[in-house]
């Protein structure tokens, strides 16, 4: 069973920075595919980005097209965290923030691919 806990989020103004980072443990990063999704109230969960399980010293990222450029996935598996960078902050990327991972490597920047849930940090931007 593996256990996440998201920290760091908080209330900025727009164009400002902040960096959440999601702590793991049952399992060890470099074999998890983990990744970062929001929601708002009323509204679907939705992708942010993703980070693959590690294939040798390769992993893959991708990223929803609303944070390209702007925002940037990574792990440290001495650390078994995960983070998400988040540059340039917008109105429009306030939301619950939440990790999410999975036991193989997959692709899929979807919530059905993904097996173990935080419980969510929230991100508020303010124009």
């Known amino acids: 069973q593996v256990r996440l806990v998201e920290s760091g989020g908080g209330s900025v103004q727009a164009g400002e920075s902040l960096k959440l980072s999601c702590a793991a443990s049952?399992?060890?990063?470099?074999?998890?595919?983990m990744a970062w999704f929001r929601q708002v109230p009323g509204l679907k969960r939705e992708a942010v980005a993703l980070?693959?399980?590690?294939?040798?010293?390769?992993?893959?990222?991708r990223y929803a097209d609303s944070v390209k450029g702007r925002f940037t996935i990574s792990k440290d598996n001495a650390k078994n965290t995960l983070y998400l960078e988040m540059n340039d902050l917008k109105p429009e990327d306030t939301a619950m923030y939440y990790c999410?991972?999975?036991?193989?490597?997959?692709?899929?920047?979807?919530?059905?691919?993904?097996?173990?849930w935080g419980q969510g940090t929230q991100v508020t931007v303010s124009s």
């Open positions: 999410a991972a999975v036991s193989h490597w997959t692709w899929a920047l979807i919530e059905s691919a993904f097996e173990y």
């Open positions: 049952g399992d060890t990063a470099s074999r998890l595919s």
């Open positions: 980070i693959s399980s590690d294939v040798g010293d390769t992993r893959n990222t």
